[in-house]
């Protein structure tokens, strides 16, 4: 499948969305609204079309008009991640009024901290660490401050680096970028550069040497398990190979960690976890259970934001970044409605799930992906019309 395909799956995708939209209730960034209005920006840049961005505006205005309702602070679930889209439908609409709900909404947030944390989770998806991430994406550096040093009191030693409780009361101790120790690693890290931090900085550098103690492939590859001890192990696989708690985001935190330390070991470590990804048998349903999401968190999606990062930063081709693409083209349902995926749960019956809306499980975390390996088989600029908080630029490939 071409560009010119990607891009007409893609425009079948948003419509199926706009069909919907208007009608999500869900304000928050992973699953709801706010993410929903990202991928409209995006359909509103790539495609010139008013239609979207009168309906990103739309949907600001009901994440606006939910500010006061919600108890969650976070990044992914909460008031931080609906006061980014907000601030962004500002930044490109020209909208005051989401301007100012972004601000309500921060400042809320501030008056919820207890001079620790905001909830019993501890990590990026659901806590300080997210919340950092997206101050500093509002340009809030203080704020995101605030969310980080927590981090230098609460983290525990282990043989290698450190790591922390990512939930109150949770034995096990998680690895990954979601809900894990590579999640703070890489607010830690992108707060201490944007601040100038080196005790930020040295504590990333601490938590990520924990994570890369943890490897259990060969000097090729990077895969490090969910969690140790195994949390719900009659529920979670040992090991993962997506964006939430595998090596596809593992990546991008290392590539954020070459960026701000110049250091190339870093993006050998990229290198490495998308060896593991690309040799892992993804996007082929290997077992039940084995690669059941087509979506941005922890499915394809997720892994075709890295191959196009990867690809805009003069590492690969776009030959991985195609065969994945075709797999979402196969996977797709397509009729008068538009273009939606439906993932799997091979536990229930009937294991096809009703399609999703969001970024995380839904068509707009896949849109929003399949628009920008358009643009780059097209040889247009392969950046986002927003930058995602947690996701690092391309840039400048350290030691290439």
Known sequence: MGGSDAETLAAGGVRWL???????FDPTLYSGAAGIVITLLEAHRHFGDDQYGDAAVRGARTIAAAVDDVDHCSLYFG?????????????????????AAADHALELVRSRFDGERWSDQFELLGGN????????????????????TPYLRTAETTVRGVHWEVRAGTPARFHHISHGTLGIVQALAAVGHATGSSELLELALAGAADVVS????????????????QHKPELTERYSFGWCHGPAGDAQVFRLLGAVTEDPAWQDL??????????????????????????RCCGTAGVLA????????????????????????????????GVRWSNHEHRATPSTLEPQTGWAMGNAGIVRE???????????????????????????????
């Open 18 to 24: 706009l069909g919907l939209a208007d009608d999500e």
């Open 79 to 99: 008031l931080t991640g609906m006061a980014f889209a907000l601030r962004v439908v500002d930044e490109l609409l020209g909208d005051p009024h989401a301007a």
């Open 129 to 148: 660490a997210g919340i950092a991430l997206g101050a500093l994406a509002v340009g809030d550096p203080d704020l995101a401050v605030l969310a980080v």
């Open 214 to 229: 943890r490897n259990q492939a060969g000097p090729s590859d990077f895969l490090v398990p969910h969690s140790d001890p």
């Open 270 to 295: 990229a290198d490495r976890c998308w060896h593991t990804v690309t040799h892992s048998g993804l996007p082929r349903q290997l077992r039940p259970g084995f690669w059941d999401n087509s979506g």
């Open 306 to 337: 890295l191959a196009c990062d990867r690809y805009g930063e003069g590492r690969d081709n776009l030959d991985f970044a195609t065969v994945l693409v075709n797999d979402l083209a196969l996977r797709a349902t397509v009729d008068g409605g």
């Open 370 to 400: 399949l628009l920008r390996f358009a643009r780059a088989t097209a040889g247009s600029d392969p950046s986002y019309a927003v930058p995602w908080p947690d996701h690092p630029a391309v840039g400048r490939v350290v030691g290439a």
